[in-house]
């Protein structure tokens, strides 16, 4: 491979050529793909440079993680679990925050810029090779992919943006397939037509024996996906009922996803890992063989020396730790919650988040500063949330506009001076800004620098304006 820094002729932004790119010349080059134009929805572009890279989809045991929200987060979860297991785990997220690098990590750790880089420089040179003109999410899944051969990991968790069926990730033939939530829809027979469809094109990518489980609350919706999962030959799994025991308050706010991480994890585990693999007498997941006849005195001061850790013990000591997901810097003055919910089921899990820890720890001034770009939110619905929760906790609104940002949601942001007119006519205390730092800058002098709580919400863009505004090149 040349050195990228000899490299003098610097491209046109997003232009494919043979040369090897340097990291910042990639980034520049993913950035000016992202037009929708480039998607591929037969797929035939992904399916020519897996072919070509010698079909790394096919080479790692895969797990799709689809469904309207909590997807991130169940990879993140999952990917903790199977770690304790010994299992080596390749994890794809999306969207990035502050880096592409943070779409992928191997057991915990974030892709190095240099490994960025030659996987990058990889993709690139077989799709000029091939005279393929890939949209970003090509070229990042296809990385993501051949990463993750590489690193030769015993399963790799793979989250899938959108329930179109057109996504690059639906060429894998997954172990299991799992959708955390299917919501959004309009309660009417159109919404109800959309919602089936959108399951019915998720579970295209079904084999037979893949198994597939969700963690939906909808009767209905679990009953399309049982359908549509065993018409392919999928094996389907009881659906998620019970929470995980995450420490308060994560418990009711993420519980379903850690539960259905639980089960991903488990079902891995009983049915693809090789038993030696996994050392089952420390394993969570697999239950012990019994013994027959008391166990003996030694047994017994083993396992009194070494108890062993269970499941529960786990959770206990788990809390969401991803930045820009649900994350709380208590450190700050102001406290700052983060959280990139966009949809009516998140921002309704959001609220309830903001009063579990109203009644954990009383604030003394709350601010919201909402944002969204999200074309498809009910925004009457959403003023009925805000309204209730403002019923029983008092405090404000600020909404701004969201900028445009490569790799995140590409829709128009909402208008913010007519959603903050909207808030005003619930009776609910709101302005707007001309942007995230004038909002930022209104929201800290609102409340009490050491109880107050700043909420930064709306949008996966609105966080990454927030550590761009915190001089934060990487997370």
Not at 71 to 76: F, I, N, P, R, V
Not at 91 to 120: C, M, V
Not at 407 to 420: N, R
Request: charged share 25%.
């Amino acid at each position: 491979m040349k050195n990228p820094s000899s490299q003098k002729q610097t491209p046109a932004k997003g232009s494919l050529t043979s040369k090897q790119y340097s990291y910042s010349e990639i980034i520049e080059f993913l950035d000016a793909r992202w037009d929708t134009a480039l998607k591929d929805s037969s797929l035939l572009t992904i399916k020519k440079l897996d072919k070509a890279l010698a079909s790394p989809s096919q080479k790692s045991n895969t797990i799709l993680i689809n469904g309207t929200n909590g997807k991130s987060l169940t990879a993140h979860f999952t990917a903790r679990l199977l770690k304790e297991e010994g299992v080596s785990v390749g994890t794809f997220f999306t969207p990035h925050i502050l880096t592409y690098n943070e779409r992928f990590s191997w057991n915990g750790e974030t892709i190095s810029n240099k490994q960025f880089t030659d996987i990058a420089n990889e993709v690139i040179t077989t799709a000029t090779t091939l005279g393929l003109n890939p949209h970003a999410l090509d070229v990042l899944t296809m990385m993501a992919l051949l990463y993750f051969s590489q690193q030769k990991v015993d399963v790799a968790l793979l989250e899938v943006s959108d329930m179109s069926g057109t996504h690059p990730l639906m060429i894998c033939k997954p172990k299991i397939t799992a959708i955390t939530r299917v919501t959004d829809f309009e309660e009417t027979e159109k919404g109800a037509a959309l919602a089936e469809k959108a399951i019915q094109k998720s579970l295209e990518v079904v084999t037979k024996n893949t198994h597939v489980v969700s963690a939906d609350q909808s009767k209905m919706n679990l009953l399309l996906m049982q359908k549509y999962a065993e018409q392919k030959g999928g094996l389907w799994a009881m659906p998620i009922r019970k929470l995980a025991p995450l420490p308060y308050p994560y418990e009711q706010l993420h519980g379903r996803s850690a539960a259905l991480a639980e089960r991903i994890a488990q079902l891995y585990v009983n049915h693809f890992l090789l038993e030696n693999t996994v050392i089952v007498s420390n394993s969570l997941l697999v239950k012990p063989k019994g013994q027959r006849g008391r166990p003996t005195l030694e047994a017994k001061r083993k396992a009194e020396l070494n108890p062993r850790r269970t499941i529960e013990q786990f959770w206990k000591d788990t809390t969401s730790s991803m930045p820009g997901r649900f994350q709380l810097l208590d450190k700050e003055k102001p406290t700052i919650l983060l959280d990139n919910a966009d949809s009516l089921d998140s921002f309704e899990n959001l609220l309830l988040g903001i009063r579990l820890l109203h009644y954990h720890r009383p604030l003394k001034g709350l601010t919201l500063i909402l944002g969204n770009n999200n074309a498809q939110l009910n925004i009457p619905e959403f003023l009925k949330q805000l309204r209730y929760f403002f019923k029983k906790t008092s405090g404000t609104v600020i909404t701004c506009p969201t900028s445009s940002i490569p790799g995140h949601a590409t829709t128009t942001s909402w208008d913010p001076e007519k959603v903050s007119n909207d808030v005003k006519s619930m009776k609910i205390k709101a302005k707007s800004a001309r942007n995230f730092k004038e909002a930022f800058e209104m929201a800290q002098k609102s409340v009490d620098e050491r109880y107050g709580l700043v909420v930064i919400a709306g949008s996966a863009t609105l966080i990454t304006q927030y550590w761009r505004y915190k001089g934060m090149k990487k997370l």
